[in-house]
């Protein structure tokens, strides 16, 4: 390699930044974990490659009795997938990070490393359906015991957490209802009833909420959802301390094989580096969306965590710094809410807006819960967290604000009078 003699030799390790924990987030989105190989790339380089090889069968040796610190197997480490980890775990500023296939795995591999037969667990009783399956269908029959509570009501966590627990897992804000919890006050009572805190922090993105320093224990990701945010790939990944995750977590991730794909974790590591700057234009649009579907009366409540409304409107701005890209509303008619079918009239009269179950993507979409994510709650469970057939989930993309409300009001002028 030849150095140029005339000019002044850059700063850190080759002349690349050296990662500055002082950094902001957009930075850290753009440059954490970045470990350039000698070809001097400007974009990461994708390993993609299932395993490596020694130069000698000692070296194999060496690395087999975890002498030499190396990549032996993708299954265990790959250098994309640890950039992709490295990247989140800065923007989260957590101490360790584990990238996982999806966002599934990652909830199952958390607590697969946290419970045992006999094990109790307490959720918030709006988190995601298939956490719910997981729980009841899957850990049920290995002799866990699961006690929900509503999980914005921290009366309701002190009453549950009078009896000793394992482990606590909620989402704040809630999905659909964007009930808040309150992490500091449910943290508290889940450690004094000896429970580790797991916050599926999905909604609000590492950008918008760090639930660590509030007193929550490990966050968890679908990173299918705004870390990529462009509907490309599935992923996930949990974050908590070293000992947790580089210890029984990646036991299990090591040996039961939910391994995030090196080509996968390329693509979301891209997607980090737009993620703060997408995210914060989703909000901020989401709110302004909220503000104006509250005015018109073909609409009847709008639940967003940042707008006035919302009741929980003062402890979402302590805990959040963005009330986040989702809105969620009730169609009405004539003053009462929609039935199925008048809420699935304005649906299908939506052009740009497209009719799909996820969220976070840079498209809009929109979602009818009670026949799709939340059918398994059951009318009861439903109207327990205040879904009914005339609440549309929104999930606000990157298009133009004015765009987005023609779209809106054109397909709520659709809906038949009553
Ligand atoms: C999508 C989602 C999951 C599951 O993630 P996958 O990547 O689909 O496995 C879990 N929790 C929440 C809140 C989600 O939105």
New binding site residues.
């Given amino acids: 390699m030849t150095t140029s003699t005339t000019r002044p030799a850059c700063p850190g390790p080759g002349g690349y930044p050296e990662p500055d924990p002082t950094w902001g987030s957009a930075t850290h989105a753009v440059h954490a974990g970045h470990e350039r190989t000698e070809f001097h790339e400007t974009s990461e380089a994708l390993f993609l490659t299932q395993g490596f090889v020694y130069a000698a069968a000692a070296d194999a040796e060496a690395a087999f009795e975890g002498e030499a610190d190396r990549f032996t197997y993708s299954r265990y480490e790959n250098p994309t997938v640890r950039t992709f980890e490295e990247r989140l775990r800065a923007l989260e500023g957590a101490e360790a990070c584990a990238a996982t296939a999806?966002?599934?795995?990652?909830?199952f591999s958390t607590l697969a490393a946290l419970v045992r037969s006999g094990s109790r667990v307490v959720v918030g009783r709006a988190?995601?359906g298939?956490?719910i399956t997981l729980l009841e269908d899957i850990l049920g029959g290995w002799g866990v015991v699961t006690d929900y509570v509503d999980a914005h009501d921290l009366e309701d966590w002190r009453r549950a957490l009078a009896t000793p627990a394992d482990v606590v897992l909620f989402?704040t804000p809630s999905?659909p209802m964007q009930d808040i919890v309150d992490v500091a006050g449910v943290s508290a009572l889940a450690h004094a009833a000896g429970a580790v805190v797991v916050v599926?922090n999905?909604?609000a993105t590492p950008v918008l909420q760090r639930v660590l320093p509030q007193g929550a224990d490990i966050v968890?990701y679908?990173?299918?959802?705004h870390i990529d945010g462009q509907g490309r790939t599935?992923?996930?990944a949990v974050l908590g301390s070293r000992e947790f995750v580089e210890g029984p977590l990646r036991l299990i991730l090591r040996n039961t094989g939910p391994t995030l794909s090196p080509f996968n974790a390329w693509v979301l590591l891209k997607g980090l580096e737009t993620m703060p700057l997408r995210v914060r234009a989703q909000s901020d649009a989401a709110l302004e969306l909220a503000r104006w579907l509250e005015t018109l009366p073909r609409v009847g409540c709008v639940r967003h965590p940042f707008l006035d409304s919302h009741p929980q409107a003062a402890l979402a701005r302590a805990q959040m710094s963005g009330g986040g890209s989702v809105v969620t509303f009730d169609v009405s008619v004539g003053g009462r809410p929609a039935t199925r079918e008048e809420t699935f009239t304005f649906l299908d009269a939506l052009r740009l807006v497209l009719i799909s179950n996820?969220?976070?993507d840079a498209k809009s979409m929109v979602t009818h819960p009670a026949t799709t994510t939340h059918r398994r709650l059951g009318p009861d469970g439903r109207a327990r967290v205040g879904i009914s057939d005339a609440t549309v989930r929104l999930s606000v993309g990157l298009e133009e604000p004015a765009d987005l409300r023609a779209d809106l009001a054109q397909a709520l002028a659709a809906v038949p009078a009553a």
């Fill in positions: 999806t966002g599934m795995s990652a909830i988190v995601f298939s956490t989402e999905n599926d999905v909604f968890v679908s990173a299918t959802k599935m992923g996930g996820n969220l976070g």
